[in-house]
């Protein structure tokens, strides 16, 4: 049973973060402070925990970006130095005239 069952026909006092604010029977949310009180975690600790993920994705993408783009340098200098950089450049693919969207085998 959750506390604002066990409450029902009560006013329920907000205990988040020493708020205190007493709410009218059956609220599911702090009217002061905004607090879930079902849960009693805040909605502004929820937006809080979003914004942090969203920004670890954020950050993540752009490291592996960057991660991946000096590579792809790193790699191409290699190749510039050992003379084969002409077989690293995009081709289109062969493509056979007489069977539509057939591609030669890689040998």
């Known amino acids: 049973m959750t506390e604002a069952q066990s409450t029902a026909g009560h006013p329920i006092t907000c205990n988040v973060d020493h708020c205190g604010h007493v709410n009218p029977p059956g609220s599911l949310f702090c009217a002061k ?3 879930d009180i079902v849960v009693g975690r805040g909605l502004k600790d929820a ?3 979003a914004g942090f993920f969203l ?3 954020v950050a993540t993408f752009f490291t592996v970006r960057a991660v991946m783009q000096h590579y792809d340098a790193a790699v191409r200098a290699q190749a510039e130095k050992a003379g084969v950089l002409d077989q690293l450049v995009d081709k289109p693919p062969i493509v056979y005239p007489d069977i539509p ?3 030669p085998p890689k040998q």
Do not use: E, S, Y
Request: net charge positive; with cysteine; charged share 15%.
């Open 101 to 103: 969207g057939k591609t």
């Open 47 to 49: 937006m809080k925990a």
């Open 33 to 35: 402070c905004g607090a």
């Open 55 to 57: 920004l670890l994705a």
